[in-house]
């Protein structure tokens, strides 16, 4: 269970500090109810208010990864690719599903299979392969340079250095 002064990655915020968990009361709700207070890391005066009591919203509320875990999830995707789909719209698709879940290995293998296909021969990726790639990246960089306390132009090199690309 989360608590107050957690770090914690939510949803499409990305990481969050959990500032108090109160019960609070909205006009659009009848009742008072306990709810998580959330300030996102990268937005100072942005909050996000998670209702304790609704289970699929404090699901999307998740520990952030250690340096094992981001360890771990990059060596998994070294020898691993993602399978390029021809068709644009359920490319697209596909690429939303994974940035909307967060997921960063999954994150990894887009960024990887983006990446390549950027370096084949030809006309490169369209405006919204790369905005999909530019957005992974965002959110790789921020969530590892948090979690390492890395600045996030590091990351690329960070990552690199545990594929052993970069030597």
């Not at 002064?5 to 006009?27: A, H, L, W």
């Not at 999909?132 to 990351?155: H, N, T, W, Y």
Request: proline share 3%; aromatic share 8%; hydrophobic share 35%.
């Amino acid at each position: 269970m989360p608590r107050k002064n957690d770090y914690v990655n939510y949803s499409t915020q990305g990481i969050c500090q959990i500032e108090d968990i109160r019960p609070m009361k909205f006009s659009w709700d009848e009742n008072q109810r306990e709810y998580y207070v959330l300030r996102p890391v990268h937005e100072e005066n942005a909050h996000v208010f998670v209702p304790a009591d609704n289970q699929k919203q404090v699901e999307k509320m998740r520990p952030i990864l250690s340096k094992e875990e981001i360890d771990r999830i990059i060596v998994s995707v070294r020898d691993q690719g993602m399978d390029w789909i021809t068709d644009y719209k359920k490319r697209s698709a596909q690429f939303q599903e994974i940035l909307a879940r967060r997921n960063e290995r999954e994150l990894l293998l887009m960024a990887s299979c983006l990446y390549l296909k950027s370096k084949e021969g030809g006309k490169g990726l369209s405006s919204g392969d790369m905005e999909a790639l530019r957005k992974a990246e965002k959110i790789i960089r921020r969530e590892f340079a948090f979690s390492l306390d890395l600045k996030e132009q590091d990351i690329e090199t960070y990552i690199g250095e545990k594929l052993g690309l970069n030597g």
